[in-house]
C-alpha cells in the first residue's frame, strides 16, 4: 500500500481537515515532541522559488526533528534526463520517506507520488494546488471568524494562474462558505463557473457584502503574453485600497498568500491595517499547520509499516 501524500486539499476528508486545523492550533500553542518524526528522512525538493513555504516547511521539519535533507534540485539528475520514476526509486533507496515539492509543472506532484513509496507533500505545482496555503488560510479564518459556513469570500485578481485560489476554492467551497472570484476576463479561468463560484470583472460589485478580500499577485512569470494593460490601469480597476474595501463588510477582513506587489493589488495602507489585515497571522500558521500535516501523513505511514 503506497504511503499517503498530500497532493491538494481533498485528499483530507472534511473531518481530518479539521483535526489537522486542531492539531496546528495544539502545535501553536505548545511546540510538539521533538522526536515526533524522528529518524524520518524529509527532502525539500523545490524547483520553483519560495521564502514562506520553503522556510516555514524547513522550520517545521526540524521542529518535530525530522532528518531534513534540503537540496537545489539543479542539480539534480533529473536534468541530466533521469526519469521522475527512476528519480522517485533512487530516493526511496537512499532512505528519503517524505519528499516536499515545488514545481512549476501541474501534476507534477501527482507523477512524484505515483512513483514514490513514501509520502509526497504538494508545496504547489504550476497552476494546478497548493494544499498547505489554503489550509494555513482556513486555519486564519477560523481563528478570527469561529465558523466557515456561510462566510463569503472574494478571492481577486490573477485567478488563472493561481494554484493558492484553486486549493482555496476547492476547500472554503468544502467546507460551506461562499466563494467568489473577481478579476479582468484574461485572467479568470473559463472554467470558473463549474468551480461552483460566481465570477465578477467589477471590483466593487464583487465585492458587496464579502467578509473576507483574498487578494492574489500578479503571476507574470506564468503568463505566456501580456493579459494586463499596465500595473497602474491594473491597480486602478483590481487594486485595493482603502475605498473599494469600503464596498466589503465594513468590518470584511484582507488576506494575502505573499509575496505581495504593493502598489499593483494591494495598496500598502490596507496591507499593514492592523485591525483590518490578516496577512501576517497567515504567514504565522504555516509552520503549525505544517507540522501538524507532516504529523498526520507519518502516522500513516507508521501504521502503513507496522
Ligand atoms: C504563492 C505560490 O507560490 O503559489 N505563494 C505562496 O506560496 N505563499 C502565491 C504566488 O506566488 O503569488
Do not use: C, W
Not at 517545521?60 to 534540503?70: L, M
Amino acid at each position: 500500500m503506497p504511503a499517503r501524500s498530500l497532493l491538494d486539499v481533498d485528499d483530507l476528508s472534511p473531518a481530518e481537515l479539521v483535526a489537522v486545523l486542531d492539531r496546528a492550533v495544539a502545535f501553536r500553542n505548545a511546540l510538539p515532541p521533538r522526536d515526533l518524526l524522528a529518524g524520518v528522512p524529509v527532502l525539500n525538493l523545490f524547483f520553483e522559488a519560495s521564502t514562506r513555504t520553503a522556510t516555514s516547511f524547513t522550520l517545521a521539519e526540524q521542529r518535530v526533528g525530522a532528518d531534513v535533507i534540503s537540496f537545489a534540485p539543479g542539480a539534480s539528475s533529473l536534468g541530466k534526463g533521469e526519469t521522475i520514476a527512476d528519480t522517485a526509486l533512487t530516493l526511496y533507496g537512499i532512505g528519503v520517506r517524505v519528499i516536499v515539492v515545488r514545481h512549476q509543472e501541474s501534476g507534477f506532484a501527482r507523477r512524484l507520488a505515483d512513483a514514490f513509496e513514501g509520502h509526497v507533500v504538494n508545496a504547489g505545482d504550476g497552476t494546478h494546488a497548493h494544499p498547505t496555503q489554503a489550509l494555513l488560510d482556513l486555519m486564519t479564518l477560523r481563528q478570527e471568524f469561529g465558523r466557515f459556513d456561510g462566510l463569503r469570500v472574494a478571492i481577486v485578481g490573477d485567478i488563472l494562474h493561481s494554484r493558492v485560489a484553486r486549493s482555496n476554492i476547492h476547500l472554503l467551497s468544502a467546507m460551506g462558505s461562499r466563494v467568489r472570484v473577481i478579476g479582468p476576463p484574461t485572467l479568470i479561468p473559463a472554467e470558473a463557473p463549474k468551480l461552483g463560484v460566481e465570477v465578477f470583472h467589477d471590483m466593487r460589485a464583487g465585492l458587496q457584502g464579502a467578509d473576507i478580500v483574498m487578494m492574489l499577485r500578479l503571476q507574470k512569470e506564468r503568463m505566456q503574453k501580456s493579459l494586463v494593460p499596465s500595473a497602474r490601469e491594473y491597480f486602478r480597476f483590481y487594486g485595493l485600497d482603502a475605498a473599494k474595501l469600503a464596498a466589503a463588510k465594513p468590518d470584511a477582513l484582507v488576506m494575502h498568500p505573499g509575496p505581495m506587489n504593493r502598489g499593483v493589488e494591494i495598496d500598502s495602507a490596507v496591507a499593514d491595517d492592523p485591525v483590518r489585515s490578516v496577512i501576517k497571522e497567515q504567514v504565522e500558521m504555516g509552520v503549525a499547520v505544517r507540522m501538524a500535516v507532516l504529523d498526520t501523513l507519518s502516522r500513516t505511514y507508521r501504521r502503513n509499516v507496522a
